[in-house]
């Protein structure tokens, strides 16, 4: 099968049972803007270029499986850490001598892994 050309990342959605907790996690937490939702169905929220859609358990006719990751970048990691709480991370890396970024994950209210990777050097300095 052919690639498809030119594709690129528009959005990630996430399906939760518990849509009201989980939109003011995304709101609050994460501080996402919500760009339109459907309180009985699903909330968008703007992130960067893209956008994360929350849609509540059950209410498509073509259901995903669950796992997920979501990926943001931070300009510096320690201060959104602090931020929200380091008592919420389960797992982290300083930034390796190869270059990888540091990074800590942590879940939303369903145990969806949200990984935060700091942005390199040269990323923060463009803001």
Known sequence: MPAIPNARLIGVE??????????????????????????SRYARFGAGPAFVCLERKGVESYPSRDKAVLFFEVPDLTAALNSMGRERILEMAPRSEDGRPAWAVFHDPEGHNIILLEATPEKSDRK
Do not use: I, Q, V
Request: charge should be negative; glycine fraction near 4%; include cysteine.
């Open 14 to 39: 996430l399906y939760f049972d518990d849509l009201p907790k989980s939109r003011r996690f995304y709101a609050e937490t994460l501080g996402l803007a919500c760009l339109d939702e459907d309180k």
